[in-house]
């Protein structure tokens, strides 16, 4: 069993910052394996946010928050963070943490390539 663990999510003004964490665990979580950040708006499906690779060295980002928004991880805390600047209204969202279960050699930002899923982390941004 694996367990994704959002935290940080919570209310900005435009033009501000926040930091998603999300925390991997379970006794069959492989650290080797690509994560991702997606996040659904009201009414809207859910969107591809973020990816990184194992080691942080790979990353990929949606057109919509490529410049303001950065991926990272942590691969001995089994640990995937999003920093997030310049944050606009359409940015508001439940932003949810992923993780593959197979490993890949290309970042993906197909829903459907990711096995792991956490219960999601309001950010709502106030003009």
């Known amino acids: 069993q694996v367990q994704l663990v959002e935290s940080g999510g919570g209310l900005v003004q435009v033009g501000g910052s926040l930091r998603l964490s999300c925390a991997a665990s379970g006794r069959t979580f492989n650290r080797n394996v690509n994560m991702g950040w997606f996040r659904q708006a009201p009414g809207k499906e859910r969107e591809f946010v973020a990816a990184?690779?194992?080691?942080?060295?790979?990353?990929r980002y949606a057109d919509s928050v490529a410049g303001r928004f950065t991926i990272s991880r942590d691969y001995a805390k089994s640990t995937v963070y999003l920093q997030m600047s310049t944050l606009k209204p359409e940015d508001t969202a439940v932003y949810y943490c992923a993780a593959e279960r197979t490993i890949f050699i290309r970042l993906s930002e197909n829903a459907a390539r990711y096995d792991y899923w956490g219960q999601g982390t309001q950010v709502t941004v106030s003009s």
């Open positions: 990184v690779n194992w080691n942080g060295g790979s990353t």
